[in-house]
């Protein structure tokens, strides 16, 4: 089966928002990386929910996003620790934004898109998560800061 580029960036979208998710549980119930992975691959793609069937997601996406932020998590942190006031250290945030926050930061130090559509696509992730708030506008503003620093001439 072919899939047109439109349904691919769709995948791709929804793998970013797997991520946040799949990175969020990791936290919240100190499940191992490989064992969430494998769940969301299972389970979550493509899932029926209240009638609802969930995007299917780009595996390769998801899993790239998954490895990255696991293996570069002290060096996300601290990027996203640098973009943030002083008075609001990682720890202190939302564990959602954490969590988008450590998948944007894996993307970013990945290097394959560019900085301008991470920032613009984790924005409309934020989005879906807190839609009434103002989270999609922090979000940008952090994310911007981080793309600098982790690619300074991707601008």
Do not use: C
């Not at 791709?12 to 064992?35: C, K, N, P, S, W």
């Not at 570069?72 to 990027?79: G, H, K, N, T, V």
């Not at 696509?121 to 989270?135: C, I, L, R, S, T």
């Amino acid at each position: 089966m072919t899939v047109s580029n439109n349904q691919r960036r769709k995948m791709r979208a929804a793998a970013r928002l797997y991520a946040v998710q799949a990175l969020f549980q990791m936290e919240a119930i100190g499940q191992t990386v490989d064992a969430v992975m494998q769940e969301f691959e299972d389970h979550r793609f493509g899932e029926i929910f209240d009638d609802i069937e969930m995007q299917e997601g780009d595996v390769d996406t998801f899993r790239g996003l998954m490895e990255r932020a696991v293996d570069e998590q002290a060096r996300i942190d601290q990027m996203t620790d640098r973009a943030l006031v002083a008075k609001w250290p990682l720890g202190r945030i939302d564990p959602t934004l954490r969590a988008l926050f450590r998948a944007a930061g894996a993307e970013l130090i990945m290097g394959d898109t560019p900085p301008r559509v991470v920032i613009t696509e984790f924005v409309d992730v934020a989005g879906a998560f807190f839609p009434d708030g103002k989270e999609p506008r922090f979000v940008n503003a952090v994310l911007d800061h981080m793309a600098h620093e982790a690619l300074p001439g991707g601008f």
